[in-house]
């Protein structure tokens, strides 16, 4: 009995700074196209949802980790009427070009900040951002705790970290669907419109698979020193965004 356990117990996903950057390097050309393709265009709502419920203060800086090509950095400009600078970060330089070109086109380079960064190592401040945020980035970091430390880090105090990421829907017909379609369809469809050496779209639902989610992300959150940490489930658990407060000895 444990031998078959131990044969379906998923390999542990590789996700070492290098292979992390130089896949989504491979993909940058048309991550954008396959995020809104394979969500159906939600994922826009998720980052809507994500800037109404933790809005940013005017004036007040807002950091977004692993921003990819700027996604939400872009949303949190437009909720915040270009009165708050917005520094976006990321590792994956061809990611960070592609974000350079859509705050061009908008005319936001002097609002959205681009800077090459690790999230373990972020390359700002600490207790200066009144919302740090991360989309869809925080699983692939190498250190899961790291990261959120130095969000928190980033995190002015009384400020907000928020998560968006990807999550496990509950239930015997939804959620063996979702695996269904997460493990067998997408690697096939994301290869084939996007082919690459490092099987980008087969590393995705493994990592969302070995990613805490639900309660499990709500206790990790709690013990890094985040208060008030609230999970709201989106689109039937497909995704999760995580809200914490950083504490404020002032208050």
Same mark, same amino acid.
């Given at each position: ?16 700074? @290098? ?27 998720? @980052? ?26 872009? !949303? %949190? ?36 900040? *681009? ?37 928190? @880090? ?42 690459? !050496?490092?099987?980008? %779209?087969? %590393? ?29 489930? *989106? ?6 965004? %995580? ?7 002032? @208050?």
């Amino acid at each position: 009995m444990n031998s078959v356990v131990e044969q379906e117990k998923p390999a542990e996903v590789d996700k070492s700074g @290098r292979r992390v950057r130089a896949m989504f390097a491979s993909i940058a050309g048309k991550y954008d196209f396959l995020n809104h393709f394979l969500s159906l265009n939600i994922d826009k709502s998720w @980052r809507k949802f994500t800037t109404k419920t933790v809005p940013p203060e005017p004036g007040v800086p807002v950091l977004d980790c692993c921003t990819g090509t700027g996604d939400l950095a872009i !949303q %949190y400009d437009r909720a915040a009427g270009g009165r708050s600078p917005i520094v976006a970060t990321d590792f994956c330089r061809p990611m960070l070009a592609h974000g350079l070109k859509k705050t061009h086109k908008i005319a936001a380079n002097d609002r959205i900040i *681009l800077v090459e960064g690790d999230t373990l190592a972020l390359p700002v401040p600490s207790n200066t951002f009144g919302v740090v945020t991360v989309a869809f980035g925080l699983r692939n970091v190498s250190n899961t705790v790291g990261g959120i430390d130095e969000m928190v @880090r980033a995190a002015r105090p009384g400020g907000k970290v928020a998560i968006l990421e990807f999550s496990r829907p509950r239930g015997k017909v939804l959620g063996g669907l979702y695996l269904y379609f997460f493990k067998r369809i997408l690697p096939g469809l994301g290869q084939a419109i996007a082919p690459n !050496q490092y099987d980008a %779209y087969s %590393y995705l639902p493994a990592s969302v698979l070995q990613f805490p989610d639900g309660q499990a992300m709500v206790d990790l959150l709690q013990s890094r020193g985040l208060c008030d940490v609230k999970a709201h489930v *989106l689109t039937f658990g497909i995704a999760t965004l %995580y809200v914490g407060t950083k504490s404020d000895p002032s @208050r």
